[in-house]
């Protein structure tokens, strides 16, 4: 469904929240009734309280959502899953105001969904005890959700505030999320430092608890001091660096049936396009590739010339050789085949550059070298090697701080 416009999304881990909340509200409400009250009312107030919970979740993502559209970012959707939710943003907010906004709206909402179904619940005490109790319910657990996310994690709410507010008062997104990475990585020791007193004291469920959200916050925090280094990585490399050389040069006066040399069937009997620029005189005046062969009877490649085929060179998607790697990532997802043309400072062809030149070149940064294997699949599928989602922190950098470092 769509709310506003909204894509609403519903992962299949939910249904456990709500079979959950529906099973603990019913036996709740069969113990205050002492076993007085009919079967399907027990089910009914445990539905009840599942749909409450998860219309105050959904609140909770509709308020950053429409925060962010009053930002003027657009929302790709909204997906629920067992933790919660999450409102997909297409990029970043670009001012620490707006980040600041939209990270604070949905606690705010949660906190006041608790405030008045608690008061709500403490108005029916005497009335109604058993609708009561069912606003008590969902009022903690809103109360729950919205203290829980101003913990400050990224990427919970109140890592997403601490961040803001750092950069807003020193200007810099990266000290804003370094400080936030730190403060996640304090709050993750001190859960294992209660979890080894709780393991202490012979609690061993708690402690437990304890250790696995210590090592979830450390994983979290860990994951955004990679992004970091790849977001460094993006914006000290430049295509001039990483490019490849994946065209061919012929000369224009030459009949078609050379291209009959670089032709191949793949196993759906589809030719494997590549570019072929032409040159005259030393100087490149265009492009053509293998599959005008398809439209030419074989009789006639001997008699037409590739010059009666050429597309002008300017048409191909290209990138200046000194344009740092980001830019180039951002470029190539506006492209119908994933890949650049790189062109000197003049204006030249150098090489060509795609996803995998790019993944290669960030993966070797950080002392991965991958086997030719991989990079075979990987170039064949066109994607970025090992799954890295190099557009979306690309993506992140555009009007941050890390260009202005540069």
């Given amino acids: 469904m769509k709310i506003k416009g909204i894509p609403l999304r519903i ?31 027990g089910w009914l107030i445990g539905a009840f309280t599942s749909l409450l919970l998860f219309i105050s979740v959904l609140l909770h993502e509709l308020a950053h959502s429409f925060v962010a559209i009053g930002e003027g970012l657009k929302v790709r959707d909204i997906t629920l ?3 919660g939710g999450m409102a997909n943003l297409e990029k970043e907010c670009p001012t620490s105001k707006g980040s600041l906004k939209i990270a604070i709206s949905g606690p705010i909402v ?36 919205g203290v829980f996310n101003l913990l400050p994690i990224i990427p919970l709410d109140g890592g997403v505030i601490l961040k803001s507010l750092i950069w807003y008062f020193t200007g810099s997104k990266t000290a804003g999320i370094k400080v ?9 020791l001190l859960a294992v430092f209660i ?31 990679q992004i970091i280094q790849i977001q460094k990585i993006l914006s000290e490399s ?20 050379v291209l009959s040399k670089y032709q191949y069937l793949n196993k759906d009997n589809v030719f494997n396009e590549e570019w072929i620029l032409l040159y005259r005189e030393g100087r490149c005046v265009g492009y053509v590739n293998e599959k005008i062969l398809k439209n ?13 085929f050429s597309f002008p060179i300017n048409e191909l998607p290209s990138i200046s050789e000194k344009q740092p790697l980001w830019k180039a990532i951002i470029r190539i997802e ?46 064949k599928e066109n994607i970025y090697p090992l799954g890295l989602n190099l557009f979306n922190i690309a993506q992140s950098m555009v009007s941050s701080d890390l260009e202005e470092d540069q």
């Fill in 81 to 83: 899953f067992f933790l």
């Fill in 110 to 145: 949660s906190l006041l969904l608790a405030f008045l179904m608690i008061l709500l619940s403490n108005n029916l005490s005497v009335s109604n005890f058993i609708l009561s109790n069912l606003f008590k319910q969902v009022g903690s657990l809103n109360l729950l959700i």
């Fill in 238 to 257: 430049f295509v001039n660096q990483v490019y490849s050389r994946s065209y061919r040069v012929l000369e224009d006066d030459l009949p078609v049936k």
């Fill in 334 to 379: 506006k492209t119908n085949d994933g890949r650049l043309l790189v062109l000197s400072v003049s204006g030249l062809p150098l090489g060509t550059l795609d996803r995998v030149d790019i993944g290669k070149a960030v993966l070797k940064k950080i002392g991965l070298n991958l086997p030719d294997q991989l990079i075979k699949i990987s170039r």
């Fill in 195 to 225: 979890g080894f007193l709780s393991l202490l004291r012979g609690n061993l469920y708690i402690a437990i608890c304890f250790f696995i959200i210590g090592l979830f916050i450390f994983s979290s925090s860990k994951s955004q001091s």
């Fill in 296 to 308: 030419i009877a074989v009789h006639n490649w001997d008699k037409k010339f590739l010059y009666e």
């Fill in 11 to 41: 992962h299949p881990s939910w249904f456990l929240v709500l079979i959950y909340f529906t099973l603990s509200a019913r036996d709740q409400f069969e113990t205050l009734m002492d076993g007085q009250a009919s079967f399907w009312s």
């Fill in 180 to 188: 936030a990475i730190v403060s996640a990585r304090l709050i993750s």
